[in-house]
């Protein structure tokens, strides 16, 4: 069973940066991609950012030009590199990964079944 902890959350001041770690434990298949989601309070848990096992990157708009998501296949590690954050950053960030499995729950799948994992989140506030 794939485990994901997150870890480097905190309180940080608008224009400050943070960096986001996130460990995969129990892999025993490839990580297709690893990435980061946020949801904040009352809002939709909404991507910020993958990256998938070749390195391709996928950003949310918001993301784009403040944040950098890099990852080490070796490790099965994803980083979050934010900067200039925002009050609007303020959310509970929550990593994410999946693998690509032939048999899940006694079933066999021809073309793949995409099986995703989650972490706990961790808590990223921007405030003065």
């Known amino acids: 069973q794939v485990q994901l902890v997150e870890s480097g959350g905190g309180l940080v001041q608008p224009g400050g940066s943070l960096s986001l770690s996130c460990l995969a434990s129990?892999?025993?298949?490839?990580?297709?991609?690893m990435g980061w989601y946020r949801q904040a309070p009352g809002k939709e848990r909404e991507l910020v950012a993958t990256a998938s096992a070749y390195g391709t990157t996928n950003y949310a708009d918001s993301a784009k030009g403040r944040f950098t998501i890099s990852r080490d296949n070796d490790k099965n590690a994803v980083y979050l590199q934010m900067s200039s954050l925002k009050a609007d950053d303020t959310a509970v960030y929550f990593c994410t990964a999946d693998t690509l499995l032939s048999y899940y729950d006694g079933k066999y799948y021809p073309e793949g079944y995409i099986r995703h994992y989650w972490g706990q989140g961790t808590q990223v506030t921007v405030s003065p």
């Open positions: 129990g892999v025993k298949v490839t990580l297709n991609n």
